[in-house]
């Protein structure tokens, strides 16, 4: 079977298609489209077959009739809609007429009210009239009010006083307590408070008052006090005995319990509110002491740290020793008292939110809290930390005592900062004031008086003793006679010596101080423990001298104790304290310290001034060290001490005058030292220059060895000797003045000495040689000009004895021309040509006659 060449046929026929356009036209008949539809349903190609059945419609008809049911009830939905919509119309007009009424009947209330409105729908012309008039009536419905409730209150009160004074009961109000609520809880303490004053009045028999006819009349009821009876109870013409007091006291304390109770209960429960409405009533009860006394006593806080008081501080033994040394920074505070400040910051930042919730008094309760957690926990603690520092040294006492305040100062200031129950605004003044208040009370004990400041006084005695104690062993030992005007200063240095050793050993020996505080002692006096008697002890030439470190420890230490009394003293006593500290600075440092080496090298100097051998001049280098101790020390004096001293210009003008006598005394005894060391080389000078052999300058042919004389030779190598020595003593000006002093005196003699030999042609030589020697080593000496110029003489005076007669004529004009240094006089040069050996000749003689 061949198929079609068209392609395969569809199993079902294609029907026609409709779009919207098919059954919008106005020429749109149903029937007519059915029928269409029908005659199309049939195959062109079949219809004529005698097989083909006919065409039912019928299914198609029934279907368009439902369609035409459904278009017919939606025609009907639209009118019931058109009908709904009608009827709402009408609702919304007849409530806008009522509205209407409403507002017209409301405008006429308000003309009522208000009769001088001119016109009601001006609001600007209405007056106050009708308010005023509704105000007056809502006061008077308030006082009304107000009136029946007093009434009603007196009444109820009648009635309570009526059952306590004759059954000793109080059921009335024991049933409003029984009902609960804060308003009810403040009524019963309101009316027991009054009940109270009524029991006072009218049954002081209660009291244990009595009247003068023996009867008190209370509601109708006659009533015989009986003033004597142990209990003072009020006995009725019934019989009854009923203490009125004590029952009211009674129901009182029960009531206080009752809303302490819940108070405690609500703050587990961290109920605020009811916190709040409890401490309301327990302050218009009694003040709120109670309710003040039992979050303050029962705190968790104050619980816990009790159980903790016992223990002891927890600082270890290197902190302690630390502590105690004054070279060691101070560690800081005691562990165990800064975690307790640490906690306390906490807890009051904490707790100050609480206590704002849950009081209405609450400035007054932090106040009492701040109170007990400072009077209590932090003093306790703080006691314990000193004591036992106190155990252990001064200086640990006083570090203690510094860090704590200092840690416990910064607590205060981050509470007020914080604000507590102002968070986060500053704290309130009473506050600030109650802080502060608390902060002074726990330190006044160790502030009270002199007593601070006498216990750095004393530290530091023990320190200064320590340091210098070989020192003064040192110079006391050793065996001084000086003359002249400086003996008595000198012997009030060694009785200053002496009894400031005397202290020390017997400080040492003392049971008083702590195996901490000897240890320490003998470490900063570089002593060994198993030695403390003075007369044993070694020294050596090094203990004897004066350091600059030694200076500085003591002026460390002196300032650490100056920075504790101002942050820990009164601002109004720190001059006084700084005065205090002046004294003990002066006499350690100025007196005890730098005016000894003063004295001992002015003994040194005195004991060589006429040595028969070279004098040794080794106790010149102590003149640097004491000048610059003592520009040290006067620098600390005047821009700490004095400065801190200006608020009072006596004290100030006192210590001005202590300082200055000090340094005048110590410049003095330095000018003796360089003026007697001057004489003493002057004096070694003048002697070597004597051993000078009166036939050195005229020596044979073959004799000569040297043109420079062993005199000089020897006299230049002290001096440089005696150079060296003066350069680690002095620099500077005052370098200046002691070698100009020195070249003068030397000149002096040189050019006497000049004078004294005779000089032949070979010797003229040799004083040229030891001239210029002597010129060559005072020129190495920082000399002013006018001297330095002098020393230059003594080159010309070498040349007027090898020089010829012309030119012997010239230096006659240019050395004996003016008054000046640099020149000499005519007599001078006379005499020094004449001890030429041909002064004689017409030449020489010619020149002389010349002058």
């Not at 509601?219 to 009020?234: I, R, V």
């Not at 927890?314 to 906690?343: C, F, H, K, M, N």
């Not at 240019?814 to 007599?827: D, I, M, P, Q, V």
């Amino acid at each position: 079977m061949e198929r079609s060449s068209s392609g395969p046929k569809a199993l079902f026929p294609k029907g026609p298609s409709f779009t919207l356009d098919n059954f919008s036209g106005e020429d749109f008949i149903v029937r007519d489209f059915v029928d269409s539809l029908a005659e199309s349903a049939v195959p062109i190609n079949r219809r004529s077959g005698p097989s083909q059945a006919a065409f039912d419609p019928k299914p198609l008809i029934r279907t368009f009739e439902s369609t035409e049911e459904l278009q017919e009830k939606e025609t009907e939905l639209l009118t019931q809609v058109r009908r709904a919509e009608i009827q709402h119309d009408q609702t919304l007009e007849t409530l806008g007429r009522k509205l209407d009424q409403s507002m017209t009947s409301f405008e006429a209330l308000d003309v009522s009210l208000n009769p001088g409105s001119t016109n009601a729908y001006e609001p600007n012309a209405r007056s106050d009239g009708g308010g005023n008039v509704a105000v007056q009536i809502g006061e008077k419905l308030e006082d009304l009010d107000r009136k029946r409730r007093r009434a009603q209150d007196a009444i109820f009160l009648i009635q309570c006083w009526s059952e306590v004074s004759e059954t000793g009961m109080l059921t009335s109000l024991q049933d409003i307590q029984r009902q609960g609520g804060s308003e009810n809880k403040i009524r019963c303490a309101v009316i027991a408070r009054q009940l109270m004053r009524i029991s006072q009045r009218l049954d002081p028999g209660s009291w244990g008052g009595q009247r003068t006819n023996g009867f008190v009349t209370t509601t109708g009821t006659t009533t015989t006090t009986n003033g004597a009876g142990a209990n003072g109870s009020t006995t009725t013409t019934t019989g009854k005995t009923h203490n009125t007091r004590e029952a009211l006291e009674k129901f009182c304390e029960t009531l206080e319990q009752d809303l302490l109770q819940q108070f405690n209960n609500s703050y587990r429960r961290q109920n605020f509110d009811d916190m709040l409405e409890c401490a309301k009533v327990l302050h218009d009860f009694n003040g709120g002491a109670s309710v003040i006394a039992i979050f303050v006593n029962q705190h968790q806080f104050f619980i816990d740290r009790d159980a903790l008081m016992s223990d002891e501080v927890t600082a270890d033994g290197e902190t302690w020793d630390q502590l105690a040394d004054p070279d060691s920074e101070p560690p800081g505070v005691e562990p165990s008292l800064q975690s307790l400040i640490d906690e306390v910051k906490i807890v009051m930042q904490e707790e100050s939110f609480i206590i704002k919730r849950a009081f209405p008094f609450y400035e007054t309760v932090l106040a009492k809290f701040i109170q007990r957690v400072f009077q209590q926990s932090i003093q306790q603690r703080l006691e314990k930390v000193l004591d036992k520092a106190d155990t252990i040294s001064s200086l640990a006492f006083l570090r203690s005592l510094h860090s704590s305040r200092s840690y416990i100062s910064s607590l205060i200031e981050d509470l007020k900062a914080h604000g507590l129950t102002e968070h986060p605004e500053p704290c309130s003044a009473h506050v600030a004031q109650t802080l502060d208040q608390q902060l002074e009370e726990l330190f006044v004990p160790y502030l009270v008086g002199n007593s601070y400041i006498e216990r750095e006084k004393k530290s530091l005695e023990e320190m200064y003793s320590s340091l210098l104690f070989k020192f003064t062993i040192y110079h006391s030992t050793r065996k001084k006679a000086p003359t002249g005007f400086m003996a008595s200063l000198a012997q009030q240095g060694t009785q200053l010596m002496s009894s400031a050793k005397d202290a020390y050993i017997e400080k040492l020996n003392s049971s008083e101080l702590t195996p901490t505080q000897k240890a320490i002692m003998l470490r900063v006096a570089r002593i060994k423990d198993d030695r403390d008697d003075g007369n044993e002890i070694e020294v050596s030439d090094e203990d004897g001298a004066l350091s600059i470190e030694n200076a500085k420890r003591m002026l460390k230490w002196l300032a650490e104790s100056v920075q504790r009394t101002l942050e820990i003293g009164s601002q109004t006593e720190t001059p006084k304290d700084v005065n205090v500290m002046l004294n003990l600075l002066l006499t350690s440092m100025g007196h005890l310290y730098v005016q000894t080496a003063l004295d001992a090298a002015y003994y040194q100097a005195t004991t060589v001034e006429n040595s028969k051998t070279e004098p040794d001049l080794s106790y010149l280098p102590e003149i640097r060290p004491a000048i610059s101790i003592t520009a040290i020390m006067d620098r600390f004096i005047t821009t700490v001490l004095i400065r801190l001293a200006e608020p009072s210009a006596t004290v100030r003008r006192s210590m001005e005058a202590q300082k200055k006598m000090t340094i005048d005394e110590i410049e003095k005894k330095t000018n003796n030292v360089i003026r007697v060391s001057i004489d003493v080389i002057t004096n070694w000078v003048s002697k070597s220059l004597g051993t000078q052999k009166k036939q050195d300058f005229r020596p044979k042919d073959g004799e000569l060895e040297s043109l420079q004389t062993q005199t000089c030779q020897g006299i230049c190598t002290f001096l440089a000797k005696a150079t060296r020595q003066a350069s680690r003593a002095i620099d500077g000006q005052n370098a200046e003045k002691f070698y100009s002093e020195l070249a003068l005196a030397i000149l002096r003699l040189l050019l006497e000495h000049f004078k004294k030999f005779q000089v032949n042609a070979t010797g003229g030589l040799m004083v040229a040689q030891d001239t210029a020697k002597y010129v060559a080593t005072m020129r190495e000496w920082p000399l002013i000009k006018e001297v330095a110029t002098a020393v230059d003489i003594l080159t010309e005076i070498g040349s007027l004895f090898i020089v010829g007669p012309e030119a012997l004529r010239e230096k006659t004009r240019t050395l004996t021309s003016g008054a000046s240094r640099g020149k000499l006089s005519k007599a001078d040069f006379k005499a020094f040509v004449q001890r030429r050996d041909d002064s004689g000749t017409v030449g020489i003689q010619s020149v002389l006659a010349g002058l």
